[in-house]
C-alpha cells in the first residue's frame, strides 16, 4: 500500500491515480480543438481576408512546431518546481497562453497577427501537453500503454465535442467569435482543474514494481545520455514518418472533401459528409490511443506498431482510390485517424520503457518535438498537391511513409532495443538509479 502520509507541502500524499489521470484526460480534451479544430477555420479566413491557404497553414505548422518543441523546457521546469508544485504551475500558465493564442486569433488582421496567436497557443498547449503525458507514464508503471492512451484519447477525441458547436458559431456569428469564446472559455477551465494535478512521489506509484509483459528499463537515462542512444533516433525517424501523414490529413480533411465534392452534401441525419467525417475522425482518433496502448502492453510496442502502421498504410490507398462517395469517405477518412492516432500512445511508452520514468517527462518531450519537425512537412502535401492536381499522389506517399514504419519498427527497432537492454545491463556502473 502507498504511502499516505503528508508531504512537506502540506499536501497529502497518495490521491487517487485514476483521479489524477482523469485530470490529465480532461485537460487534453480541452486543448484537442486548438489542432483538430482548425481546419474549420481555414476556409472562412481566406474569403474574409484573401490570404493564400498556404499562408494561412503556416500558422497551424507554427502551432504544431512549438507546441512540440517547447515540451522538452516546460517538461523540465515541472521536473525543477517537483512533483507537486511543477504539474500545476506549468498546466495553469499553460491554460492562460492557450486561451489568449485564440482570443489574438479573433482580432488578427494580418497574417503576422495570425502567427503571434499561434506562438502562444502553442508553447501554452505545449506546457499542458507535456505535463499530461507525463502524469500518465509516471503514475502507470503497470499500465503505461493504456495510460498514455487514455490521457492521448483526450486530445485525439476531445474535439469532436465541439465540432458542431464551433461549426454553428462560425456560420452564425463568424469565425472570430468562435476563436474567442471558445479560446477564453477551455483556457479558463484548464486554469481552474491545473491546481488539483500533481505528480507521484518517490515509489509513491501504486502499480511500482508490478511483473509487467514489456519489457522496461530497470534504469533511467538522463535526457543526455538518451540522445546520445540510436534506438532514440530511431524513434524520432519513425515518429516523424506517422506524424507527417497524419498531420496532412488533420490540416487538409476539408480540402479533400472539397475536391470530392462532399464538403456540403447532406449525408446523415442534416448533417454534411465534412461534419460527420470530422466528428467520425475525431472518436476513432481517440478510441485508438488507448485500444492500440492496451495491445502493446499485452503484445508488445514494435507488434502493436507494425499492425497498426500496416493498416494506416492500407487507409491512405483506400481513401485515395475510393473515397469520392459520402460513405467511403467517412470510413476511410475514420480508418485513417483510427491507425494514427495511436502514436500519442505507442511512442511515449516506448520512450519510457527504453529510457525509465525518472526523466519521462523531459524524455518523452524530447522525442515528441519530432510532431513539430514532422509538422513543416505538411505544406509540402498542399505543393504536390497543386503540382499533380489531385489529392492521390499526397495520399500515396503517405501509405509508402507508413509501411516504411513496419518495416523499421519489426527489423530494426526490436532487435536495437534488445541490444541496448542488454548493453545497459552490463554497464551496471553507468547506470541512473531508477525512480
Known sequence: MANTSVTKDGVAASPNRWAMLGIGVICMVLIANYQYGWTLFVRPMAEAHGWTIAGIQLAFSIFIALETWCTPLTGWMTDALGPVRGPKIVVALGGIMVALGWIINSYADSLTLLYAGAVLSGVGAGGVYSVCVGNAVKWFPDRRGLAVGLTAAGFGAGAAITVIPVRMVIAAH?????????????????????????????????????????????????????????????????????????????????????????????FLFGASTLTVALIFDNVMNGAARPFFGWISDQIGREYTMAIAFGLGGLAYLLLGTNGASPWSFVLFAGFIFF???????????????????????????????????????????????????????VLMVAAVANFIVVLLALLVLRPLRAWQQRRAETLVGHQVPAQ
Request: proline share 5%; with cysteine.
Open 339 to 393: 491507425t494514427w492516432g495511436e502514436i500519442f500512445s505507442l511512442f511515449p511508452s516506448t520512450c519510457t520503457d527504453c529510457f525509465g520514468p525518472r526523466y519521462a517527462t523531459v524524455n518523452a518531450s524530447l522525442l515528441y518535438t519530432a510532431k513539430g519537425t514532422s509538422a513543416f512537412l505538411v505544406p509540402l502535401a498542399n505543393v504536390l498537391k497543386a503540382s499533380t492536381g489531385s489529392w492521390l499522389a
Open 174 to 266: 463568424g469565425y472570430a467569435s468562435a476563436f474567442f469564446w471558445f479560446g477564453l472559455v477551455q483556457g479558463a477551465i484548464i486554469f481552474l482543474v491545473a491546481w488539483f494535478l500533481r505528480y507521484p512521489l518517490a515509489n509513491e506509484a501504486p502499480g511500482a514494481g508490478t511483473p509487467v509483459r514489456v519489457a522496461q528499463s530497470s534504469s533511467s537515462f538522463t535526457p543526455g545520455q538518451m540522445l546520445t542512444s540510436p534506438v532514440f533516433w530511431l524513434l524520432y525517424v519513425m515518429f516523424v514518418l506517422v506524424s507527417a501523414s497524419g498531420l496532412m490529413a488533420t490540416a487538409q480533411i476539408a480540402l479533400i472533401a472539397k475536391s470530392y465534392g462532399l464538403n456540403d452534401t447532406v
